[in-house]
Nanobody, 115 residues
Framework: QVPLVESGGGLVQPGGSLTLSCAVAASELRFFEIRWHRQAPGEQRHEVAYISRTGNRGYADSVQGRFTISRDDDKNTAYLQLNSVKSEDTGVYYC?????????WGKGILVTVSS
């Protein structure tokens, strides 16, 4: 288990933007695949974005074209840029790192989209 610290959540208006960060302590991010998951109120957690060790990206259909996942291995930090947010983007966002069979999860950070 690698310690993760998520930050950047909060309240944002529909159509606005927000950037989530996931800082990795005491390790090297470059060894990990990175995923962001979202759990909306009353729903199961599901993956919304993925980036491989080499920078290949994938997105859930619901966020394609609006969210961008990135990584800065020198800073040991991953990011999720949320643009053109909608009310259905509300939820707790979790950073998830994987290095083969080793998984690490953050505690989650709340994003609320509301006017």
């Amino acid at each position: 288990q690698v310690p993760l610290v998520e930050s950047g959540g909060g309240l944002v208006q529909p159509g606005g933007s927000l950037t989530l960060s996931c800082a990795v302590a005491a390790s090297e991010l470059r060894f990990f695949e990175i995923r962001w998951h979202r759990q909306a109120p009353g729903e199961q957690r599901h993956e919304v974005a993925y980036i491989s060790r080499t920078g290949n990206r994938g997105y859930a259909d619901s966020v394609q074209g609006r969210f961008t996942i990135s990584r800065d291995d020198d800073k040991n930090t991953a990011y999720l840029q949320l643009n053109s947010v909608k009310s259905e983007d509300t939820g707790v966002y979790y950073c998830h790192l994987q290095n083969y069979g080793v998984h690490s999860w953050g505690k989650g950070i709340l994003v609320t989209v509301s006017s």
